[in-house]
């Protein structure tokens, strides 16, 4: 017995519901077909992530070719999709990316160090400019710093920036107000309190007066520069 035809003009597939195929039956009724499968996801996942992956290795080239033109016909409206889909799954891409980024944390630190070291001026000129547009960003930037530091101590974020306002003065008086490696003195030397055990490793010396000297901002990068810790074994500057 021969299958019947789709009664839509011009559509040659066979018949899968009400006289229609499945694409004009999916278009007709989307809102029934999008109910039901959200209902039975659950139940085939796995099947469907499996089939799914399976179409993708099968059409990735064709896939990528379609997306890659749709993109370049309507950026903005491509844009704008990406952040709704961003918004609405947000918590898993970053899981995700996280993930990702662990794995392949050393390469891409290093290949960052190679790139900064390339385009040093450009970088350090779009931080400070950005700086200076969004300084509730820096600021929100510290307080979270200051909210982790602060545990260790038992005390609140505000406290704890106060006592290391303290702390610096403390070593500042000690030190006279220059740099102990090479003396460098004034507003141009641009005095820093540098951390000889980091903070990172033992927050609670933090606060010590014999934990702290006090370099130009030239000496304290070069110092940093030579620390023997690999990117991929510290999550935070340390200062």
């Known amino acids: 017995m021969a299958r019947s035809i789709c009664k839509k003009k011009n559509c040659d ?7 229609l195929c499945g694409k004009h039956d999916y278009a ?7 109910t039901r499968s959200k209902a039975n996801y659950p139940k085939y996942k796995k099947k469907a992530i499996a089939r799914a992956n399976e179409r993708y290795k099968e059409n990735r080239e064709d896939i990528l070719k379609v997306q890659k033109e749709k993109r370049a016909a309507n950026p903005k409206a491509a844009r704008k999709k990406d952040n709704a889909y961003y918004q609405a799954n ?3 891409l970053a899981t995700e990316e996280r993930k990702r980024y662990w794995k392949n944390r050393e390469k891409k630190c290093n290949a960052g160090a190679v ?11 779009r931080i400070k400019k950005y700086n200076k547009r969004n300084p509730e960003v820096k600021r929100r930037a510290w307080e979270k710093r200051y909210a982790k530091e602060s545990y260790a101590f038992e005390v609140t974020s505000d406290a704890y920036r106060y006592m290391i306002m303290a702390w610096k003065g403390v070593i ?5 107000k220059c740099c102990v490696y090479c003396g460098a003195k004034g507003k141009r030397a641009k005095l820093e309190c540098h951390h000889i ?11 010590i007066e014999n934990n702290g000297c006090i370099l130009c901002r030239r000496c304290h990068k070069e110092l ?5 810790i690999k990117f991929g074994q510290r999550r935070n500057n340390e200062s």
Do not use: E, S, W
């Open 13 to 19: 597939r066979p018949v899968a519901r009400f006289g």
């Open 28 to 34: 007709k009724n989307k809102d029934y077909h999008n």
């Open 90 to 92: 947000k918590v898993h």
């Open 115 to 125: 790139y900064y070291q390339k385009n040093k001026k450009k970088i350090i000129k």
């Open 172 to 176: 500042m008086k000690r030190d006279n």
């Open 197 to 207: 055990i980091y903070k990172k490793t033992q927050i609670k010396l933090a606060l």
């Open 224 to 228: 940093h520069a030579l620390n023997p």
